[in-house]
């Protein structure tokens, strides 16, 4: 069974940086490298929304919100995607999560437990 571990969150002051590791446990890595990955977020009592994704061939697409302050990337031999943020503002502030999309987005495995980033003002 796929286990999508996350790491890297903490608590940062605004402007801060952070990088996030989302390693696929137990993934077979012809199948992990030909998945599209995605990073999203849930900020307490709203939905969970994506913030950036990267196809198999490492085209990126992000949210308006963090254009220009995220990069998403993915290292295939590793099973690992990353999400390098920075700039950081309050309203970042949410548990991350990583997921296997397909083309629509829709997130394809169970969800991990996600890291979580504060960010104070």
């Known amino acids: 069974q796929v286990q999508l571990v996350e790491s890297g969150g903490g608590s940062v002051q605004a402007g801060g940086s952070l990088r996030l590791s989302c390693v696929c446990s137990r993934c077979i890595l012809s199948t992990f490298n030909s998945h599209d990955m995605a990073w999203y977020r849930q900020a307490p009592g709203k939905q969970r929304e994506l913030v950036a994704s990267i196809t198999s061939g490492g085209s990126s697409n992000y949210a308006e919100p963090v254009k220009d302050r995220f990069t998403i990337s993915k290292h295939n031999s590793r099973k690992t995607v990353f999400l390098q943020m920075n700039s950081l503002k309050p309203e970042d502030t949410a548990v991350y999560y990583c997921?296997?999309?397909?083309?629509?987005?829709?997130?394809?495995?169970?969800w991990g437990q996600g890291t979580q980033v504060t960010v104070s003002a």
């Open positions: 997921n296997a999309v397909n083309k629509y987005n829709t997130a394809l495995e169970s």
